[in-house]
């Protein structure tokens, strides 16, 4: 467990804007050598270049999402409940998110992995299929935020058995979809 490193990571998997920026002194004291290699990106480029490839990246590619519980749930109901579900793992330690913020994206998880380190490590283990899903994501698009990815990755437990079987069924088969209710539409039976 590293609480510094998810609070760093947290604040670099959100939305770049002028205070990330100035932040990265303070973030280069905890960074490992992945981090360090964004953070050495993120200081060369302009932040119009990095607001327009966040978005790029995250919010135009499936397979780069950073909502955790797309992974294991796609877009289906199932997803409604786990997003109850971190909602009241929060609410447990007192922590209450604004309704702009959604409880599963990675940077929100890290965040609070970062003050209540058991429990957001089990967070973080619980998703980790789909965290390692996201990290060849933008190992595969060339992403510089792969970087941050491999440093979260390294905070986490190696992966063994079920954890490796189940990145392996996620890269293969993608999220979870749901038909009912969509035969009168001409889904496929």
Known sequence: MNPAAW??????????????VSRIPL????????????????ERTPLATLTT??????DQRRRCCLFLT????????????????????????????????????????????????????ALLAEHRAGLELLRAALH?????????????????APLEGDVH???ARLAAQGPPAEQVGLAAYGAPR
């Not at 490839?53 to 995250?58: E, I, L, Q, S, W």
């Open 7 to 20: 609070q760093a990571q947290s604040l670099l998997l959100d939305y770049p804007d002028e205070q990330l």
């Open 27 to 42: 973030l280069r004291r905890v960074a490992d050598a992945p981090t360090h290699r964004f953070l050495d990106h993120l």
């Open 53 to 58: 490839d966040y978005v790029a990246t995250f």
């Open 70 to 121: 797309y992974y294991a749930h796609g877009d289906t109901r199932n997803r409604g409940m786990a997003l109850l579900r971190l909602k009241q793992t929060y609410a447990a330690v007192g922590l209450r998110l604004t309704d702009e913020e959604l409880p599963d994206h990675l940077a929100v998880v890290l965040e609070f992995a970062a003050a209540n380190p058991e429990p957001g490590a």
């Open 140 to 156: 595969d698009a060339r992403s510089p935020w792969a970087d941050v990815l491999d440093s979260v990755s390294a905070t986490l």
């Open 165 to 167: 079987t189940a990145v």
